[in-house]
């Protein structure tokens, strides 16, 4: 009877562990996790890692589909080892992500991802290169999100659509490539 009662406990969390939020709810949840980025048209070049962080809020549309919007700090730019360069590019991030769930606590999302670069900073120091960033990003990232207990681990990468730099001040034609991992805690505020 003890090993059925237990059996039945293990189950009912189980299940609850892997509910969904209700359609109509509202949830917040803050996010911190790492970011490696790099830009494209390069070969010579490897990831930044730093960090990201931020809120999100999500809507519940239905039990298979949400939209979620959120508020990011991400660590940004590239190393070029050759030169012994490195880039370092700070955003705010605004992603816009539709979540499409596939079962229970398993979504695919898709959005846009409007930014403003907050910093831009080149070592070895050069003035020129810090005029050349543009304050405006805008990316597409495509990711995917477990929810267990309402912590949710969320990979995303953002392709970015926009060019980095004005091109009448430094000849770079390249655009922001990140992949994000981060974990998060949901809370429903309704």
């Known amino acids: 009877m003890k090993k059925f009662i237990l059996l039945a406990a293990i189950m009912m969390a189980s299940i609850s562990g892997f509910a969904q939020h ?5 949830t917040l949840q803050p996010r911190i996790g790492f970011s490696a980025a790099d830009f494209n048209n390069t070969s010579d070049t490897k990831a930044r890692v730093g960090i990201v ?19 990011n700090y991400s660590q940004q730019g590239c190393e070029q080892d050759k030169l012994d360069v490195k ?15 596939v079962v229970k ?10 930014g403003i670069n907050l910093s831009a900073k080149i070592d070895p120091s050069d003035a020129k290169f810090d005029e050349a960033v ?6 597409i990232p ?23 730099f004005d091109l009448d001040k430094v000849n770079l034609d390249t655009r922001n490539l990140a992949f994000q991992l981060t974990l998060g805690y949901k809370f429903t505020l309704f």
């Open 22 to 26: 209700e359609p109509g709810s509202l």
């Open 53 to 71: 962080v931020g809120p999100e809020f999500e809507y519940t549309m239905s039990n298979r589909f949400s939209l979620a919007f959120g508020l």
């Open 87 to 101: 880039y370092k590019m700070d955003y705010l991030n605004i992603p816009i992500v539709a979540n499409f769930y």
């Open 105 to 114: 606590g398993l979504a695919l999302k898709a959005g846009v991802q409007p």
């Open 134 to 139: 543009k304050k405006f990003d805008f990316s």
């Open 142 to 164: 495509v990711g995917i999100s477990y929810e267990f207990f309402n912590f949710v681990i969320d990979a995303r990468y953002n392709f970015g659509v926009t060019k980095l």
